[in-house]
Each structure stands twice: as structure tokens, then as C-alpha cells.
């Protein structure tokens, strides 16, 4: 079995459109449960987000459940979900444009003081400028926290998740910031496991060649010090021999033009020193 997952972000599919879908505001429409199917729900209300909080082993039949009915925004919060049955998911979106899946195994998507999609702690975001894409959802937190604290705030929290096929990745969250009004900055959380941050450096890179004026970029990377061999809370978070290194990754990021800081709480105020505020 390949070690890695994800594709290039030079190549494109019509899942690639769902990415829009990710613009969650205060007039976003969420499921809730008073139907007896999605298709009824979309039907009877039209919502245009689905969170899915049953058991893992139920998780890929509900995401799909929701593909079909094409609600445009579907998060998935449950941990270890089967590999094969995100493979088969993975199947089905590549081949739609309707669907966009946020997780599974992530704290979900937020838009402060508007919407929230998810099980964060909505009373610790602020509204502000900085969109944040994370692999790991307590390192969001302390993102957040860090960056309300200096008074920048967020426009976007995008929990990734840490498994090992995520439905939204770092670079998918990159090209949403990119053309997203309200951020004027962007963190990127990454960790050990697979090899998202060098797509999403490959991104930065691209976007600070053609942008005339680039949004600046700060990121990290966890896992430094992480034993070979062990799943550091995520099962996507594990360093094997002939992975990709966190020191590599750190590298590729700050090669594209990223910034690179130590932890999370000094992201607030290197942002604010890079937007000149």
C-alpha cells in the first residue's frame, strides 16, 4: 500500500470545485435531527452542511448518504473510521462536484461569531482576519488563542483532521485563503504522517510567484521528536522509516516562503508583525 494519499495540487478534479463549499457565514444552513434521511432534510430545507457525529464504523455509510443527496458541506467528526471504508468515500468523491468532506477524525469548521460546524470551543475564536487550516485540533486551539490574543482574530478555522485520508487537506485550505476576501494572513498546522505540507508548500510557492501581493503564510510542524513507529494521537500522525521527516517538511515550507515559528504561541504576534498592524 502507498505511504502517501494525497495528489499533486497541479492536477485537478471535479471534486476540486467543492472547495467554495468551505465558506461557511452566518447564513449557512445546518442539518438538524428532526428528519429521517438526509435526502428528506435536502428536500424539505435545502441545508448546506451535514455533520456527522455517529460511531466510526457508521461514519463512511453517512458520509455517503450525504454525497447523494449533495448537501454542498459534509464534516465527519468520529476517529478510526476503517481505511477501506475512506477508500471507498475517496472513490466516490473524486467522481462529483456537488460534496465537500471535512474529516473524519477532526474538531470540524468555524467561522466565528457566524457558524460552527463541529464540536470546537466556539467561545475561544474572535472574529478577525486569519485563516488557520490545521492537522491537529489542539494545536488550532492554541493558533486561535495566540492570534485572539494580540486582537488579529479569525475569519476561518479549517480542522482538517489527522487520519490518514482526510477529506479536505492543507493545500485545500490554502487555495480557499488565497482567494478569501476576509483573510489577510494564513497558519498552516502540519505534523509527521503523509506528505500534505509539501503539496500545500508547492502552493505557497506558486501563489508568492504570481500573487503582485501575497498573503503571508506562517507554519509549523509537530512532531519533531516523535519515536519511529508510534501514532502520536492521530492515526495519520506516525513517522516511518523513509517517511518524509517533520525537519523536511519545515524545510519545503520555508523553502515556498513561509514563515516558520517554534509553537503556536508566538503565531498571533509574528502575524501581526507580517500584516503591519
Known amino acids: 500500500m502507498a505511504k502517501c494519499f494525497s495528489t499533486s495540487s497541479t492536477r485537478t478534479s471535479p471534486y476540486d470545485r467543492t472547495i467554495r463549499n468551505l465558506k461557511i457565514t452566518d447564513q449557512t444552513r445546518v442539518i438538524y435531527q428532526v428528519f429521517n434521511t438526509v435526502k428528506?432534510?435536502?428536500r424539505e430545507?435545502?441545508?448546506?452542511?451535514?455533520?456527522?457525529?455517529?460511531?466510526?464504523?457508521?461514519?463512511?455509510?453517512?458520509?455517503?448518504?450525504?454525497?447523494?443527496a449533495e448537501v454542498p458541506l459534509v464534516v465527519s467528526v468520529a476517529e478510526h473510521v476503517p481505511v477501506h471504508d475512506m477508500l471507498r468515500v475517496h472513490e466516490?468523491?473524486?467522481?462529483?462536484?456537488?460534496?465537500?468532506?471535512?474529516g473524519p477524525n477532526c474538531p470540524g469548521i468555524i467561522s466565528p461569531k457566524q457558524c460552527r460546524v463541529g464540536i470546537m470551543p466556539y467561545k475561544q475564536y474572535t472574529r478577525g482576519c486569519v485563516g488557520i487550516v490545521s492537522k491537529s485540533g489542539t494545536l488550532s486551539y492554541e493558533?486561535?488563542?495566540?492570534?485572539?490574543?494580540?486582537?488579529?482574530?479569525?475569519?476561518?478555522?479549517?480542522?482538517?483532521?489527522?487520519?490518514?485520508?482526510?477529506?479536505?487537506?492543507?493545500?485545500d485550505g490554502l487555495k480557499l485563503f488565497f482567494d478569501h476576501d476576509e483573510t489577510k494572513g494564513i497558519i498552516v498546522i502540519g505534523e509527521i504522517g503523509g506528505e500534505a505540507e509539501l503539496e500545500a508548500a508547492e502552493l505557497i510557492r506558486e501563489h508568492r510567484r504570481t500573487s503582485p501581493r501575497p498573503k503571508p503564510v506562517i507554519a509549523m510542524v509537530a512532531g519533531r521528536t516523535a519515536p519511529e513507529g508510534k501514532a502520536m494521537g492521530h492515526?495519520?500522525?506516525?513517522?516511518?522509516?523513509?517517511?518524509?521527516?517533520?525537519?523536511?517538511?519545515?524545510?519545503?515550507?520555508?523553502?515556498?516562503g513561509a514563515i516558520i515559528v517554534p509553537h503556536p504561541g508566538v503565531m498571533g504576534e509574528r502575524m501581526k508583525e507580517l500584516l503591519g498592524m
Open 92 to 102: 466516490v468523491l473524486r467522481t462529483q462536484s456537488k460534496t465537500r468532506l471535512v
Open 40 to 42: 428528506e432534510a435536502m
Open 235 to 256: 492515526a495519520g500522525a506516525i513517522w516511518r522509516d523513509g517517511d518524509v521527516t517533520a525537519e523536511a517538511k519545515t524545510k519545503a515550507l520555508e523553502d515556498a
Open 45 to 68: 430545507v435545502k441545508p448546506d452542511v451535514s455533520t456527522v457525529f455517529v460511531p466510526a464504523k457508521f461514519a463512511a455509510a453517512a458520509i455517503l448518504e450525504t454525497i447523494e
Open 143 to 171: 493558533a486561535v488563542g495566540s492570534t485572539a490574543q494580540v486582537g488579529l482574530g479569525q475569519s476561518l478555522v479549517i480542522g482538517m483532521g489527522g487520519d490518514m485520508l482526510p477529506g479536505t487537506t492543507l493545500a
